[in-house]
T-cell receptor, first 112, second 114 residues
Framework: NAGVTQTPKFQVLKTGQSMTLQCAQDMNHEYMSWYRQDPGMGLRLIHYSVGAGITDQGEVPNGYNVSRSTTEDFPLRLLSAAPSQTSVYFC???????????FGAGSRLTVL | TQLLEQSPQFLSIQEGENLTVYCNSSSVFSSLQWYRQEPGEGPVLLVTVVTGGEVKKLKRLTFQFGDARKDSSLHITAAQTGDTGLYLCADTNAGGTSYGKLTFGQGTILTVHP
């Protein structure tokens, strides 16, 4: 099925470890974004991209890096994980037409 | 910084009851979207409202946008167990174009009991 695919679905890290959350979309969408969801706080924007090679920071970018080498992929990197980064992470994409975000199913990250 | 407040935070009702969820903003919405999220899944768009005073209906769901475009409500008639989930409102920040940058409320967790 077409859509946004996130991997892994679950991950446990130790403080200081690094990892990459993968996000891929097959809808040829220009815009992609990463959100984190914490209890009682809704979703908060981490980073976003308006096209290959172009990224920018959102509301809570500290501790995360992104890159967009292709239209399809938008990985999120944690260089040195901290317990405060324990959260559920959602990748989303939209095209340049209708303002409709398509979300992935999420990646649950626990940092011990 | 825009703040979106949703109320109530939790709602537990019996099947067949009616309910209303509210979303209030500290500033005027660009346009407002309502999402529904089920456990283990990402949010799914229900509706977009743009014009002050606008009312949209989606089967048993009625969405209202305040005249001043600073508040919105979602009303569900005769709730069903399948309505259980997290309901989120979001501003599309679409002044120019939003690039997929939404500002979300904290959500309302709805549980409908059989």
């Amino acid at each position: 099925n077409a859509g946004v695919t996130q991997t892994p679905k679950f991950q446990v890290l130790k403080t200081g470890q690094s990892m990459t959350l993968q996000c891929a979309q097959d809808m040829n969408h220009e815009y992609m974004s990463w959100y984190r969801q914490d209890p009682g706080m809704g979703l908060r924007l981490i980073h976003y991209s308006v096209g290959a090679g172009i990224t920018d920071q959102g509301e809570v970018p500290n501790g995360y890096n992104v890159s967009r080498s292709t239209t399809e992929d938008f990985p999120l990197r944690l260089l040195s994980a901290a317990p405060s980064q324990t959260s559920v992470y959602f990748c989303a994409s939209r095209g340049t037409g209708a303002n409709v975000l398509t979300f992935g199913a999420g990646s649950r990250l626990t940092v011990l | 910084t825009q703040l979106l407040e949703q109320s109530p935070q939790f709602l537990s009702i019996q099947e067949g009851e009616n309910l209303t969820v509210y979303c209030n903003s500290s500033s005027v919405f660009s346009s407002l979207q309502w999402y529904r999220q089920e456990p283990g899944e990402g949010p799914v768009l229900l509706v977009t409202v743009v014009t002050g005073g606008e009312v949209k209906k989606l089967k048993r769901l009625t969405f209202q946008f305040g005249d001043a475009r600073k508040d919105s409500s979602l009303h569900i008639t005769a709730a069903q167990t399948g309505d259980t989930g997290l309901y989120l409102c979001a501003d599309t920040n679409a002044g120019g174009t939003s690039y997929g940058k939404l500002t979300f409320g904290q959500g309302t967790i709805l549980t409908v009991h059989p």
